[in-house]
């Protein structure tokens, strides 16, 4: 084989593009069939290929350390290499406790209108729902008892410890779908899911099939949630497929989503978990009067930080001068400067402060990098991109 053809071989092995996705592979992996005889510990498991779980007998289970390691190796293999999601009927069985959060949620949310906040939502219009960012800490701040009594709950603990191990950390975000809300967009999540087709090409392929394994995705129902409220939409088995975060921006795809979805309605108490990159998006409320609330958690490995911690604002602040004298000079190339701002700056958005920072008109703020590459080409004064810098800084703050 010659080496320019390798090179080309090469290159389409480790870099997905646009053309790499295809219908039909989807539609393959999308017509998967499961039984109880490949989740036995599940309570059933209907049409839409989900296995579901009865938490009132795992809690019996998980009592002993056998109990407890078929459960979370279950679970592991459903969200890895089966349909990608698991439902945890009564997952919070202190409905009592579940209550009280709802209630404390609402107060949130009543404040933030009193305050003129706008909280916008990566997948769908501003407004269409009402969404409370960084929810874990404002409850803890708020009702601390009711935090603890919330999160002291055993499933949550067990289902993130399975797919990321001890010393994982929980986000909160709740997101209330109001009566006429539309549906998403079919959306894969967070890291990759959140970046704009071309930052995903640009990530080689085997960061792609990484991404899914640093964070569980979940999903507290705070009210009964009948299919006419629109609970989400899944297509399972998706997490599986390769170039699955470009397929997501297709038209094609979308339509395909659109049609052969499955949705599982839920009752308040029970839990959704599944795989980051399992292709989902939350449905449209056709309700009357169901306020159709969720907690979305989000639960990261610990393993998603650097070694040191550095104050990269007070470099790229130093920088700049410097950089800005020799892009004018051409004392360095552009690619040169680029390289500089990579060693320097955070090239990533999160985490950050999305009640200052929402995700209004974008999956994402402006980075650190982004901010300052357009500094340089806007040939910014010094106090400028200083100013912008602070307030990008107090964005990421809480």
């Not at 393959?28 to 498991?45: E, H, K, M, N, W």
């Not at 049409?47 to 009132?56: G, S, T």
């Not at 079919?186 to 959140?194: I, Q, S």
């Not at 950050?352 to 402006?366: E, S």
Request: contains cysteine; glycine residues 6%.
């Amino acid at each position: 084989m010659k080496a320019d053809n390798l090179s080309v071989l090469r290159a389409s092995r480790n870099w997905y593009a646009p053309d790499h996705v295809v219908l039909d592979e989807l539609e393959a992996l999308s017509q998967r069939r499961i039984s109880l005889r490949d989740y036995p510990l599940a309570a059933g498991i209907g049409a839409e290929q989900v296995p579901i779980y009865d938490c009132a007998v795992l809690r019996e289970l998980v009592k002993t350390p056998e109990g407890r390691q078929s459960v979370t190796a279950e679970w592991i293999e459903v969200l890895k290499d089966g349909p990608g999601i698991v439902v945890l009927r009564q997952a919070f069985d202190d409905l009592t406790t579940l209550d009280h959060v709802t209630i404390q949620f609402e107060k949130l949310i009543g404040n933030q209108k009193r305050n003129g906040m706008e909280s916008g939502d990566h997948f769908a219009k501003a407004g269409a729902n009402d969404r409370v960012w960084n929810a874990l800490e404002k409850l803890c701040l708020f009702d601390p008892e009711g935090f603890a009594r919330y999160y002291a709950n055993d499933m949550l603990a067990l289902v993130s410890e399975a797919w990321l191990g001890p010393a994982y950390q929980i986000t909160s975000q709740v997101n209330v779908v109001n009566p006429g809300g539309e549906a998403q967009t079919v959306h894969r999540d967070y890291h990759l899911g959140f970046q704009s087709p071309e930052q995903v090409s640009r990530y080689p392929v085997h960061v792609h099939a990484l991404s899914p394994f640093l964070t569980l995705q979940g999903a507290v129902a705070h009210c009964d949630m009948p299919l006419e409220s629109g609970p989400t939409l899944y297509m399972p088995f998706t997490q599986l497929y390769g170039p699955g975060y470009l397929a997501t921006q297709s038209p094609a795809i979308r339509a395909w989503f659109t049609e052969h979805h499955v949705q599982l309605p839920l009752h308040k108490g029970d839990a959704v978990f599944f795989n980051p990159a399992l292709f989902h998006a939350a449905g449209s409320n056709r309700s009357q009067a169901i306020r159709r609330m969720a907690n979305l958690l989000q639960i990261s490995s610990a393993f998603g930080r650097a070694m040191e911690s550095m104050d990269r604002a007070r470099m790229a602040q130093t920088l700049y001068p410097v950089l800005a004298k020799l892009r004018a000079s051409r004392g360095l190339s552009d690619d040169g400067i680029g390289h500089v701002i990579a060693a320097s700056a955070e090239g990533y958005a999160f985490p950050t402060n999305l009640d200052r920072d929402p995700p209004i008109g974008g999956l994402a703020p402006q980075s650190q990098q982004a901010l300052f590459t357009q500094a340089l080409q806007e040939d910014w004064d010094e106090a400028r991109f200083s100013s912008a810098l602070s307030e990008r800084v107090r964005c990421t703050m809480t």
